[in-house]
């Protein structure tokens, strides 16, 4: 069973707007995001009996709460993540403490290269691909590769909507992934179906839907509520889908996958 | 062209940032040259590309960069050339980047500055405060300028090959008298139609043997419709074509009947001395003594013409200069502009004229003697299309074209 690091959204809120879903307009209804998320961690935790690690919100960091961006954690070596805007960037003294306090070899990046954790960097097998452009800058692949002693296969992302690998790209095993072809050009495309063996295109409204944002652990699959044709495709497959309500989330421009980072 | 190296690391073939980099380069309007490629042995190995970018204008080597920063590709710090200065004049110092007829760019202050009349076997002279670069030959060289001094910081830019194959390209590969000459000189007056229209200058260096074979008329023909604007010539193709301006032979032959005229070896030796009476070729055309031939058309034409002559030279005429060095200079100084250079029947003032002008420049030589092209391209000027014929076909068949 694999190790998750989650956040609690005490602070979460739409205080500021770094992505195309970001509206300070229509408000995160904090109680409702609480109940959300806390339904999310008891289904990982208690439904599919996952370890769960948990960080202690901070007043002042709403997007605390997207843990995925925080860095990647590989064994006892933490990349640290290089966030692209101001805002998040304070985020990163929280991320850091708690990683050095439990052990961490915490391995900073190029600081001109952005770089955003999980939320852009995606292992399928031994391969790790990651998404560059909007967030991350490809300049810091070449030395993430080198700390993992991996491949690491860049993907540009052309729609600024899909911002974040995590949000167009879910890897579900060694040699399946599900991806939204919107989400990249044909360069991109053309490196995830020659190199992954199955590759399950998500539907435009399904991608909007955050399907591609899910949660694998095993064969269990949880994901945003309303994706169906995708929760069909992969029940056909034989996975168990686990659709639960996390709209608070979505105002941020975040959905299940975002709300984790995978320790181990 | 303003161009750019940068470089590409990481899981770059795998990941198609190669050939997304090129491809971008490409339809930005932009053209590539891949300096080098290191590929990783294995998988997780990251490979490493080297790879020079090129653009029609700064502005658009300015996006295309932009836009391949975003892939990865960024641009490899480069050095600034050396520069010494002379200790003396006349002389390079040590180790001087000794130049190619190619576009040369010379890094000064971060700046790449392209070195102006790109020359062969000169050096390169910079003035940092005026952000000029220069070739200079050797001779010119005056103690205090600045010279560049080894490779570093100075690039040549190799000539563009065209999407479209021609007869500079197809015949470019070897010389030979088995070569459709009908298509080259069809290309050859295309080639100076267009450069014509496009402005610049034709230059035409010719032989003796052009009167010797009676195709004097036909030069004489292009001179007057206005496709010739520079003559590079020795004593013997004035000499002769005045001797047939004024006694209708050439070698003491009579063009017209081909048969030799009685005292006719003096003709060449009358024809240089009542020349030299007169002051020059020019005032023998002003008095009306010289009325036909090559000479007095680029003289009725104003057209510039440089006589460069030799140690077996008779005479000479009073405009032939006797000074190599100067007439080096004399024609570098008509030299600027030529787009096209047509060498007829000469091997040593090809090869001169070869050695002085930029690889840009389409050369075409035309020599009955195939060794003469090979001489050509052997000493550099590797751009040199050969035509292995009689000149006179060539010049009739020229000027038919042309003039049609």
Known sequence: MPTFLMCPPDYYGIEYEINPWMDRRRPADTALAMRQWQTFYDQLTTGLGVTVELLTPVKGLPDLVFMANAGLASGKKFIRSNFRFPQRQREVPVFEAWFKDRGYRILPLPPDACFEGEGDALSVGKTLFAGYRMRSDIQSHEKIGEILGCEVLSLELADPRFYHLDTCFCPLSDRAVLYFPGAFDDYGRRVITESVPETIPVTVENAFGFGCNAVVVGRDVVLHAGCEELARELRSRGFAVHELDLSEFIKGGGSAKCLVLRLS | ?404
């Open chain 2, 1 to 404: 062209m303003p161009s750019e190296t940068v470089e590409l690391r990481g899981h770059i073939i795998d990941s198609l940032t190669l050939p997304k980099v090129l491809d971008e380069v490409m339809n930005y309007g932009g053209t590539f040259e891949i300096i080098d490629v290191t590929i990783g042995h294995r998988r997780e190995d990251p490979s490493h590309a080297r790879i020079r970018v090129s653009a029609p204008a700064q502005e658009i080597l300015d996006t295309i960069l932009g836009r391949i920063r975003q892939l990865g590709a960024a641009p490899v710090l480069e050095e600034d050339a050396v520069l010494v200065p002379a200790d003396k004049d006349g002389a390079f110092p040590e180790n001087f980047y000794c130049t190619t007829n190619l576009q040369t760019f010379v890094r000064c202050r971060g700046q790449w500055l392209e070195a102006e009349r790109p020359e062969m076997d000169c050096g390169i002279v910079v003035d940092p405060d005026r952000k000029r670069a220069a070739t200079i030959p050797i001779h010119r060289v005056k103690k205090g300028d600045r010279i560049v001094v080894g490779h570093p910081g100075v690039r040549v830019t190799p000539l563009e090959r065209s999407s479209e194959r021609n007869v500079f390209e197809f015949m470019a590969s070897s010389v030979s008298s088995e070569k459709p000459k009908g298509i080259v000189i069809k290309e050859v007056s295309a080639q100076i139609r267009a450069a014509k229209k496009a402005g610049s200058k034709v230059m035409v260096v010719a032989g003796p043997a052009v009167v010797h074979t009676g195709a004097g008329t036909h030069l004489e023909r292009l001179i007057e419709a206005g496709w010739v604007d520079v003559l590079f010539a020795g004593n013997a193709l004035a000499v002769h074509d005045i001797e047939q301006a004024l006694y209708g032979t050439s070698l003491g032959v009579y063009l017209e009947k081909g048969i030799p005229a009685k005292e006719g070896h003096e003709h060449h030796m009358r024809a240089i001395n009542t020349i030299r009476r007169a002051g020059g070729i020019r005032n023998a055309v002003d008095q009306g003594i010289l009325r036909s031939g090559i000479m007095a058309a680029c003289v009725r034409k104003g057209i510039e013409f440089v006589l460069a002559g030799s140690i077996r030279d008779d005479g000479p005429l009073p405009e032939v200069m006797t000074d190599m060095v100067s007439a080096q200079d004399a024609l570098r100084s008509v030299l600027p502009g030529v787009s096209v250079c047509v060498m007829i029947a000469t091997m040593l003032h090809s090869i001169a004229a070869g050695n002085l002008l930029p690889a840009a420049v389409k050369l075409v030589c035309v020599d009955i003697n195939p060794a003469v092209v090979t001489k050509l391209t052997d000493r550099g000027s590797f751009q040199a299309v050969g035509l292995v014929t009689d000149v006179e076909p060539f010049l009739r068949e020229l000027w038919t074209n042309l003039s049609g």
